[in-house]
């Protein structure tokens, strides 16, 4: 079956500096990768989604890159600021195969003032 | 616009109970998802569906039931409650089929099982 890593449960970076969270899968490449945010006691919010045949998505301070060689997305947030600080959950749409919506255990982000 | 609605929002289940949680919403996606989330495990699928009419099982299915009778509702149904169910649970919809897959959830159901 499909698993997703999300390369640690908590990262701490400064603010200011950039975060970078990873996002591992193996078997099958998805036909999007997508990126959420979710602050506690909330459902998850949408930030960035990728296409398979895509290299890198920008929104504003956010940056999604996507290798399906390696199998592995990652996900930057530059000039990090404290209202970053969230959990960050990768989710792999398996829209070609299953359309199964798939998600990673998240990373929990903490930007240090 | 109100989005995706789950209720209730808490509920407190004894042991071999049965009970529905509601979701609906009103932005005509054709797609519609239950999710649990634990601690430590992250987001698990349960039950999805692709359509009216159209479910089919997720990652955890056991234990719950879904039906989709219209493309506003998705409930899901627990119908002999245990404790291993006692979970945060999601509900989420998507226009799927077009240039927008991104998944909109709900604000979640919080059950304890006795």
């Known amino acids: 079956s499909q698993k997703i890593e999300q390369n640690s449960e908590a990262l701490n970076i400064q603010e200011g500096k950039t975060a970078t969270l990873t996002c591992n899968y193996t078997?099958?490449?998805?036909?999007?990768l997508q990126w959420y945010r979710q602050d506690p006691g909330r459902g998850p919010v949408f930030l960035l989604l990728?296409?398979?045949?895509?290299k890198e998505k920008r929104k504003e301070r956010l940056k999604v890159t996507f290798d399906t060689t390696l199998k592995q997305s990652l996900f930057h947030i530059t000039a990090s600021q404290p209202a970053d600080s969230a959990t960050y959950l990768c989710?792999?749409?398996?829209?070609?195969?299953?359309?199964?919506?798939?998600f990673g255990k998240g990373t929990r982000l903490h930007i240090l003032p | 616009n109100a989005g995706v609605t789950q209720t209730p929002k808490f509920q407190v289940l004894k042991t071999g109970q049965s009970m529905t949680l509601q979701c609906a919403q009103d932005?005509?996606?054709?797609?519609m998802s239950w999710y649990r989330q634990d601690p430590g495990m992250g987001l698990r699928l349960i039950h999805y569906?692709?359509?009216?009419?159209?479910?089919d099982q997720g990652e955890v299915p056991n234990g719950y039931n879904v039906s989709r009778s219209t493309t506003e509702d998705f409930p899901l149904r627990l119908l002999s409650a245990a404790p291993s169910q006692t979970s945060v649970y999601f509900c989420?919809?998507?226009?799927?089929?077009?240039?927008?897959?991104?998944?909109?959830f709900g604000s979640g159901t919080q059950l304890s099982v006795l």
């Open positions: 078997n099958y490449s998805p036909a999007y």
């Open positions: 989710a792999l749409d398996m829209s070609h195969r299953d359309d199964k919506i798939i």
């Open positions: 932005m005509n996606h054709e797609y």
């Open positions: 990728i296409r398979e045949n895509e």
């Open positions: 989420a919809s998507s226009p799927r089929g077009g240039t927008n897959e991104k998944l909109f």
């Open positions: 569906s692709v359509g009216a009419g159209i479910t």
